[in-house]
């Protein structure tokens, strides 16, 4: 992607469990700053804005720049898809960076999953599965049309996201410890995992834990993996249905193409950490003639500064 040496851009991918942020200058990522999440659904709208601006002003530092030479900063955030949503935190942000006398010329915020599609892609047509905290597909048809599967929040659905294998991973803790379920390892690994709150003789303690926060479902997710690995077959189930339910994404947003084969990039925590959920979708994948896998061109981050640069030269 080249970008021409007079723009100043700022990319913010908001994901679920962490942000990051990049301020590129003459095609050259001049600063980095990470942050917490920034989902507004695990935040808040209020707190969400103050990390993101937080960010923005920590590139800014580090850049030793001024907040009114930057050109652009596009943001993509977890879960913002109502443009009645995108335009309250761009509001927010505005606001708050006049109360700190910051100056940001040109600002938006979109979905963070539409910032992977235009980086994994360049603008190309696609498909996009993102699996990490939550679950989502999203994909382009032709030059302009978006669509999109999942990405409901774990409230809703998520199925197959690092979220949902926690969730389900607890429930089969529970459903042993009550003797519904099979016994799994992962009783024993999660228990010995917090010392301190939880008490296996007290099975409520883990209910809790849970109400205190010591834990989050995404949290169980590695947890769920490492014992699926060694052979646990609660936990092999559990990423077996991941896997499965996440297909799903794929071959529903695939009847909206016309083309037989359409190309597939994976992103996310689940797939870069190269989990074995990664390799059964990659199996799944490769065996499937609908799809064909693919690197991803570029980031999420990679698409905030190609949108950046695109705002940017319709202004002129």
């Known amino acids: 992607m080249t970008i021409n040496e007079d723009y100043t851009i700022i990319g913010i991918d908001g994901g679920g469990t962490k942000t990051r942020g ?23 709208v209020g707190e969400s804005c103050e990390r993101l601006l937080n960010v923005i002003a920590d590139l800014c530092i580090r850049a030793n720049i001024d ?5 652009a900063v596009v943001v993509g955030l977890a879960g ?26 040109d600002l ?24 990490g905290t939550g679950s989502i597909a999203i994909g382009k048809v032709g030059k302009n049309q978006l669509i999109r599967c999942g990405g409901w929040g774990i409230e809703l659905d998520d199925e197959g996201s690092g979220a949902w294998i926690g969730r389900e991973g607890l429930t089969a803790i529970v459903r042993a410890l009550d003797g519904r379920g099979n016994d799994t390892t992962l009783t024993k690994v999660f ?9 296996i003789k007290e099975p409520r303690t ?23 690995e060694e052979g646990d077959p609660v936990c092999l189930e559990i990423i077996q ?52 896998r693919i690197d991803a061109r570029g ?14 030269t319709e202004m002129e």
């Open 22 to 44: 990049v301020l590129y200058r003459s095609n050259e990522i001049i600063a980095k700053s990470n942050s917490g999440t920034t989902r507004i659904g695990a935040v808040g």
């Open 67 to 71: 907040s009114s030479e930057i050109d």
């Open 80 to 105: 913002v898809w109502l443009d009645e949503e995108k335009k309250r935190s761009t509001q927010l942000i505005k606001t708050l960076a006049r109360t700190q006398k910051m100056y940001l010329n």
């Open 108 to 131: 938006i915020v979109t979905s963070d999953a539409e910032l992977a599609l235009e980086g994994a892609f360049e603008g190309d047509q696609g498909i996009v599965m993102i699996v």
């Open 191 to 199: 228990t010995e995992l917090y010392p301190s709150s939880i008490d």
């Open 206 to 228: 883990i209910v809790k834990a849970y109400s205190d926060r010591v834990f989050e479902y995404y949290m169980l997710s590695p947890l769920v993996m490492k014992c699926a």
């Open 241 to 292: 249905k991941a896997a499965f339910h996440l297909m799903e994404l794929l071959e529903t947003l695939q009847k909206k193409f016309k083309t037989q084969q359409v190309k597939v990039a994976l992103l996310g925590g689940i797939i870069e950490a190269d989990t074995i959920l990664a390799k059964m979708l990659e199996d799944n994948i490769a065996i499937n003639p609908k799809f064909k």
């Open 299 to 312: 980031s999420a981050l990679d698409g905030a500064i190609a949108i950046g640069k695109r705002l940017i």
